[in-house]
Structure formats: C-alpha cells, structure tokens
C-alpha cells in the first residue's frame, strides 16, 4: 500500500488525537450488539445479556481499548502493515479462530464510532483515508489464515 504525504497526515492526526479510553470501549461494544455472533468469542469475560450490561462490562471495555492499541501498529509501521501483524493474524487464526470476516465489521464499527466523534471534522477525504487505512490492516490481520 502507497501513502501520500496528506493521507499520512491525516491518520498521524486522527490516532494522536484519539481518547483510546473511550472509543476502544465504544466500537468494540458495538460490534457486539450490531453482530451478535462476534459474542462468541468472549464467553469468558462475563455478562453479555443485552447491550446494557455489554456496555457496562468491565473486561469488555478494558478488551476495547487493547483492541484499538492493536492498531498502533499499524500507525507505527505504515509502511509495512503486513509483516507488523504477523503474530496478531496468526493468533486470531489459529489460537483464537476468528472468522476474519469480522475484522470487517469491527473496522466498521470502529469508523462509526470515530464519526460520531470527529463530527464535521470527519470529511470525505478523512474517511477515505480512514477506510484505506482500516482495510489494510484488515487484509494483514487475514494474511496468516489459510
Ligand atoms: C485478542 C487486536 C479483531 C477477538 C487481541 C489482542 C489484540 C487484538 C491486540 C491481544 C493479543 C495479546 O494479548 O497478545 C485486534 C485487532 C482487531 C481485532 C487490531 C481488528 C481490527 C477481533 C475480532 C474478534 C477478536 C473481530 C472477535 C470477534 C479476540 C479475542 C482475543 C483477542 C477473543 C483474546 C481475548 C482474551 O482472551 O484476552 N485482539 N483484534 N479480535 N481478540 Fe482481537
């Protein structure tokens, strides 16, 4: 994947501005509710009822924000997205078994999230490069599935 100057720009000022604390917490969430076979893969972390006590759910929300620190590394090597998530693909893979069909819908959770935040700020060139971003780091957290 090629960065221009300006889409480098824009993700470097969308992640330093991000409250990690509350939007880690609020996407994973709703990836939750929206898709609710994702819940799956977190019998352990308590009570997932309904969307009340999945918002109020303390190992969910502290999982959102690991989560969203996922993508730093992504940040940190744009460059090569790839090979930075090798070992993250390969666990999702083969030890947590995570159809990657749902880092989609998580990613997309996640752009909801953000535009609900950024308001007006999040302009068409700011998703787009939002998305381009997202979806390369979906496609390297898919590359160790076979
Ligand atoms: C664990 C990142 C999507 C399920 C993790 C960890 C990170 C991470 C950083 C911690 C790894 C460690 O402890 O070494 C991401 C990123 C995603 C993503 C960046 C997409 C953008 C998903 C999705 C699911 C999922 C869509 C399930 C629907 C899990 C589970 C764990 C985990 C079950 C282990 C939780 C535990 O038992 O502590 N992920 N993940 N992940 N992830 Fe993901």
């Known amino acids: 994947v090629e960065w221009t100057v300006k889409e480098r720009s824009i993700i470097s000022s969308i992640f330093s501005n991000l409250d990690y604390e509350d939007v880690g917490p609020k996407a994973l969430c709703r990836c939750l509710i929206v898709y609710p076979w994702t819940q799956r893969h977190f019998s352990t972390f308590g009570n997932l009822y309904d969307a009340e006590a999945i918002k109020t759910n303390a190992n969910i929300a502290a999982h959102g924000i690991k989560v969203l620190h996922g993508l730093d590394l992504a940040v940190k090597n744009m460059?090569?997205?790839?090979?930075?998530?090798?070992?993250?693909?390969?666990?999702?893979?083969?030890?947590?078994?995570?159809?990657?069909?749902?880092?989609?819908?998580?990613?997309?959770?996640?752009?909801?999230?953000?535009?609900?935040?950024?308001?007006?700020?999040?302009?068409?060139?700011?998703?787009?490069?939002?998305?381009?971003?997202?979806?390369?780091?979906?496609?390297?957290?898919?590359?160790?599935?076979?």
């Open 79 to 146: 460059d090569n997205i790839k090979e930075a998530y090798t070992k993250l693909s390969t666990l999702h893979s083969e030890k947590l078994h995570v159809d990657p069909d749902n880092f989609k819908l998580l990613v997309d959770c996640l752009t909801i999230v953000v535009a609900a935040k950024m308001g007006s700020d999040f302009k068409p060139d700011v998703q787009a490069t939002f998305q381009k971003f997202l979806a390369a780091v979906v496609s390297a957290l898919g590359k160790q599935y076979h």
